[in-house]
């Protein structure tokens, strides 16, 4: 069995009219939503990600797929992409959402050639993808992948984080019984951006997240990775440090470089202190100093 082709009917009901994005265990197809086109509703486009039969993992990525449609379907939230269901239609296995046109921030930075974005566009993009991560957060579950090419911006400026692939509960394992060994297997962890206690397959904490939006964070300001692609889990044993962005301030630096730090303990803890202490001017410290109250 092999992909489904263009102008396939999935499920009787959406009809496959372009590829999108294509990986190893997956693709993503525009499709038109018959229902919405029959109700004539203004836009019946969606996105739709549909497992590949023949990979070796399908049975592990089946699983995903579902856990992934049945635990996000209900959120909504302006920084993260729509989950509409997911079903099988004796062929295919598949995910419907929203369909989102733009670029990831993974394709913006690859146009750049190593060229930083702006600082005020960077702080955008990570506040954004912060407001996400912490709707999540609040209702209990970790990304867990977070990376440029999971963060998408719409042709209208939004920012959308998509792919929830490796989501977890709070507190809880990882999906599989070792995060490097697994997730890494089927591609659905991605170790220049996992913070070492997922490496190591510890216990999910908001933490996880804050590590990979401050290497995300990183990348936008200087268009370097913090520690050359290294995962953090070898970083950790080599000792390695980022080097200081010039183009902020010295106590955004500090900030910064604790949502990078390699242990635990060191890092931030929650993203919305990373990116409002991030996001905040220079000024600010000058005039109120490095440990402000959050509120007000």
């Known amino acids: 069995m092999s992909t489904a082709a263009l102008g396939y009917v999935l499920g009787g009901r959406f009809d496959l009219v372009e590829v999108i994005g294509e990986g190893g265990t997956s693709t993503v197809y525009r499709a038109i939503d018959r229902i919405a086109l029959w109700a004539r509703e203004q836009n019946p486009e969606v996105a739709v990600k549909v497992i590949q039969p023949h990979s070796k993992m399908r ?3 089946v699983q995903l797929l579902h856990g992934e449609a049945r635990l996000l379907r209900d959120f909504v939230h302006q920084n993260l992409v ?12 598949y995910m419907v959402m ?10 913006i930075l690859a146009d750049r050639q190593g060229q930083p974005l702006s600082p005020s566009v960077s702080f955008h993009i990570v506040n954004a993808a912060g407001q996400g991560l912490t709707h999540m957060h609040n ?4 990304h867990g992948d977070l990376k440029p090419g999971n963060i ?28 490097k060994a697994v997730l890494d297997q089927i591609g659905l962890l991605t170790p220049a951006y996992a913070s ?28 370097k990775h913090p520690y050359a692609r290294w995962p953090a889990d070898e970083a ?40 409002q202490s991030l996001g905040r001017p220079p000024w600010f410290y000058r005039l109120f100093g490095q440990r402000m109250p959050m509120s007000g």
Request: proline share 6%; net charge neutral; with cysteine.
């Open 236 to 275: 950790l044993k080599a000792n390695l440090r980022p080097a200081q962005s010039p183009i902020i301030s010295s106590a955004q630096w500090r900030v910064l470089a604790s949502g990078l730090a390699l242990n635990r303990r060191d890092r931030i803890q929650t993203v919305g202190e990373f990116v």
């Open 139 to 142: 209702l209990g579950i970790v």
């Open 59 to 61: 049975p592990k990525l």
């Open 196 to 223: 070492p206690e997922m490496l190591m397959g510890e216990p999910r904490a908001e933490s996880d997240d804050v590590y990979s939006l401050a290497v995300v964070a990183y990348l936008a300001l200087t268009g």
């Open 82 to 93: 729509r989950i509409y269901d997911s079903d099988y239609d004796g062929k295919y296995h």
């Open 152 to 179: 998408f911006m719409t042709s209208t400026g939004e920012i959308k984080i998509v792919d929830f692939g490796t989501v977890i509960t709070l507190g809880g394992p990882p999906q599989c019984d070792r995060a």
């Open 98 to 107: 929203e369909l989102l046109k733009g670029r990831s921030l993974a394709q």
